[in-house]
């Protein structure tokens, strides 16, 4: 058996779709919503990721402002940067690239982002409400594979979903969204014994841990007609990969993603999305 791809290029070029013609009435009511992104230091690969989320908002009618920080900044100067865009009217969303250089603290920062405009979800405000079914901005990883779910008409309720990452970014608010769908999830992580007996009873499973010299999922951990989203990315023997090889598990699943192609541009996607929703957000309040 051959499974189906779940191709991220398509389904994310859909929300852009629906993000477009929102951005546009959101413009016809005198609101041109825009996207903050801090960038510190020079990582390589994060400053492509965020050139990439500029390019996407343009493609939709998102105005960017783009704020790209020296590595030796204080987590004061970052407050107070941070605070300037959360009081900036124009600004709807604010993006802090991570990961962050060593002297700074994740959860300080993203912890400054005003709730309104937190479009990573990351805020302890919006993680919370997350947890109670009540979220507004949900972090966009997670989001994007929920709308490639959707997408395909795939029913989560009682599946059995084993979900390879516990991030604040990615597994926990995962955890929460596939909860909401009455799904049955068991989160794993480094510490979990028998990881490969819990993907081969999986119906469905979610990697993201990054790293093919700790874990690689192949098809014999699966079983036949098992559902497999492929979260991770990484450089391995030159080539961008994930946790699994696409053509390997694709002979065995009903459904798979591929690597590169898959959830990487639904989290652009989402993030676009939830870009819109902030400054909606910001509408309802009269700003
Ligand atoms: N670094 C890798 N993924 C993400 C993301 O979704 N949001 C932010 N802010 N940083 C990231």
Request: charged share 25%; aromatic share 4%; glycine share 6%.
């Amino acid at each position: 058996m051959t499974g189906v791809k779940i191709d991220g290029k398509i389904i994310a070029q859909s929300v852009k779709d629906r993000v477009k013609k929102a951005a546009d009435e959101l413009k016809n009511q005198g609101i041109s919503p825009c996207l903050a992104t801090v960038l510190i230091g020079d990582n390589p690969a994060s400053a492509t990721y965020v050139r990439n989320k500029h390019k996407a908002c343009e493609e939709v009618g998102i105005t960017t402002k783009d704020r790209k920080l020296d590595a030796n900044i204080t987590q004061m100067e970052l407050a107070k940067i941070i605070d300037e865009l959360n009081t900036d009217n124009s600004v709807h969303g604010i993006l802090v690239q991570l990961p962050l250089p060593e002297q700074l603290d994740e959860f300080a920062t993203t912890s400054g982002i005003s709730p309104l405009k937190d479009v990573d979800g990351l805020t302890p405000h919006n993680a919370g409400l997350l947890a109670m079914k009540k979220a507004a901005l949900v972090a966009c990883t997670p989001s994007g594979v929920m709308e490639m779910f959707d997408y395909h008409d795939i029913d989560l309720e009682g599946k059995n979903i084993v979900l390879i990452n516990r991030s604040n970014l990615v597994g926990k608010p995962l955890y929460h969204l596939l909860l909401e769908k009455n799904a049955t999830v068991i989160t794993c992580h480094s510490k979990t014994k028998n990881l490969t007996e819990l993907c081969q009873g999986a119906d469905i499973i979610i990697s993201a841990v990054g790293d093919r010299n700790k874990f690689t999922l192949t098809s014999d951990m699966i079983k036949e007609g098992a559902i497999v989203i492929d979260v991770a990315i990484s450089r391995f023997q030159e080539k961008l990969a994930g946790d699994s090889d696409y053509e390997d598990i694709i002979q065995k699943a009903s459904f798979a993603t591929p690597v590169p192609g898959g959830v990487g541009p639904m989290t652009v996607a989402m993030l676009l999305k939830n870009t819109i929703t902030a400054a909606s957000l910001s509408s309802q309040i009269g700003k």
